[in-house]
T-cell receptor
């Protein structure tokens, strides 16, 4: 089945630094990828939709200058948390559809990145 | 607006017991898709099943079964003879065709603990 790879799985950084998270579709191409954030014991919240070759679409309340998204190729999207602060500590997870034209195609998720900002 | 409710926040069962996880959804679309995902302690999300709004047949896959009832807008998930490895958070999700499926709306999740 479709595989989405996310890296790194865990990262600890100091407050004020930036962190880049990569999301790759390994055996399929994805013009659209989705980035979610999950707080402890809570559900997944869609942060933004990453579009290959164009600007990402951010959900209401998500700071686009804080969470920079780049979708430079059909298999890679990156999320950069800029000037990270402790409140940015969370579990970030990306996803993509193997069959993008089919809205019944399930989302395949990466393994997630647990970010801890100290 | 689309919405997914999972009323059970946490469930604990003893191994070999059967357990049903409830999911109730709201949508104005006539065409939509429902999904279940499993999130084990390691964090990754594992796709379990999808069901479209026109197919109300129940489905069984090993110890897992799903009951889709459009009349009550429910898509419940039953694990038979539960095992410790079933311990995870389970999410029900809804995707509306009218939104070109761009958004998945996830329920809040049900944390299942299966005790040995």
């Amino acid at each position: 089945g479709a595989v989405v790879s996310q890296h790194p799985s865990r990262v600890i950084c100091k407050s004020g630094t930036s962190v880049k998270i990569e999301c790759r579709s390994l055996d399929f191409q994805a013009t659209t990828m989705f980035w979610y954030r999950q707080f402890p014991k809570q559900s997944l919240m869609l942060m933004a939709t990453s579009n290959e070759g164009s600007k990402a679409t951010y959900e209401q309340g998500v700071e686009k200058d804080k969470f920079l998204i780049n979708h430079a190729s059909l298999t890679l999207s990156t999320l950069t948390v800029t000037s990270a602060h402790p409140e940015d500590s969370s579990f970030y997870i990306c996803s993509a559809r193997e069959q993008e034209e089919s809205y019944n195609s399930p989302l395949h998720f990466g393994n997630g990145t647990r970010l801890t900002v100290t | 607006a689309q919405k997914v409710t999972q009323a059970q926040t946490e469930i604990s069962v003893v191994e070999k017991e059967d357990v049903t996880l409830d999911c109730v959804y709201e949508t104005r679309d006539t065409t939509y898709y429902l999904f279940w995902y499993k999130q084990p302690p390691s964090g990754e999300l594992v796709f379990l099943i999808r069901r479209n709004s026109f197919d109300e047949q129940n489905e069984i896959s090993g110890r897992y079964s799903w009951n889709f009832q459009k009349s009550t807008s429910s898509f419940n998930f039953t694990i038979t003879a539960s095992q410790v490895v079933d311990s995870a958070v389970y999410f029900c999700a809804l995707s509306e065709a009218g939104n070109y499926g761009q958004n998945f709306v996830f329920g809040p999740g049900t944390r299942l603990s299966v005790l040995p």
